[in-house]
């Protein structure tokens, strides 16, 4: 079987190939181009480079959020589109499991967070494995608030994992509140795996659906959206 996956929802773009359970290609581009100038290049270089072509393509897989709003819709928007072109079934996948999945097997509590901006993170807990095993559903949460939810998951001893572009902006705040209790994954690995993706989509083909039931999985409204009902609000207490 024959898995491209799409990673589209945060500060990197990335594509990985599967071909019958290995890593037949993967990219990740980390550049201050948008995601809609490198993704489209980045899909005709895997499929080159791997010797296949859209048609070759068995299960499409696209991480479908939490992320960035722009972020998400163009990774999934690319995904609906070849699979509808290719009529093949896709599946959407959770950034934050696949964050997950880029930690080895240990006994930490490993905790993926992406800067969701405003004071806030998008967060979850897992137990590492493939795939992880998730021990937290998703929020939006501010970093304090979510550090609580992750502590009183943990037994006493058990350290936390942070993965991801939010352990990057608010590692300070953590290791002020954590100490030796916080773990960092090298720089190498703070962003989003494309491969996992690959990996995550195999795990999860028998959820596999037509173009039409891929959609961008949000955890709070976009900023605008946000912005309307605020003023909506002041306006109702003139």
């Known amino acids: 079987m024959n898995i ?3 990673d589209t929802s945060g500060p990197s773009a990335g594509v990985a190939v599967l071909r019958d359970g290995e890593v037949a ?3 990740v581009a980390v550049n201050r181009m948008t995601h809609s100038v490198n993704l489209l290049p980045m899909v005709e270089e895997a499929l080159t480079r791997s010797g296949l072509n859209v ?3 068995d299960l499409y897989g696209a991480v479908v959020g939490p ?3 722009t972020g998400v819709r163009i990774g999934v928007s690319t995904v609906k589109g070849m699979a509808h072109g290719a009529g093949r079934p896709c599946v959407g996948l959770d950034a934050l ?3 997950a999945s880029s930690v080895s097997p240990c006994d930490m509590l490993v905790c993926p967070i992406q800067d969701a901006r405003a004071g806030q993170v998008y967060g979850a807990a897992f137990l590492a494995g493939m795939p992880p095993e998730r021990m937290m559903s998703n929020v939006a949460e501010d970093i304090y608030s979510f550090l ?3 502590r009183d998951l943990c037994e006493e001893g058990r350290r936390l994992c942070f993965v991801g572009d939010g352990s990057i902006r608010h590692r300070a705040t953590l290791q002020a509140s954590l100490g030796d209790q916080a773990c960092f994954l090298p720089a190498h690995l ?4 494309p491969a996992g993706v690959a990996l995550l989509a195999e795990a999860n083909m028998g959820n596999a659906s037509d173009y039409l039931r891929l959609q961008p999985q949000y955890l709070r409204d976009p900023q605008a959206v946000r912005a309307r ?3 909506r609000q002041k306006a109702a207490r003139v």
């Open 55 to 57: 048609e070759d393509i």
């Open 190 to 193: 703070a962003f989003l795996r």
């Open 67 to 69: 992320g960035s709003f």
């Open 229 to 231: 009902e605020t003023a």
């Open 4 to 6: 491209l996956a799409l």
């Open 148 to 150: 609580e939810m992750a």
């Open 25 to 27: 290609y993967e990219c």
């Open 97 to 99: 499991e696949a964050l």
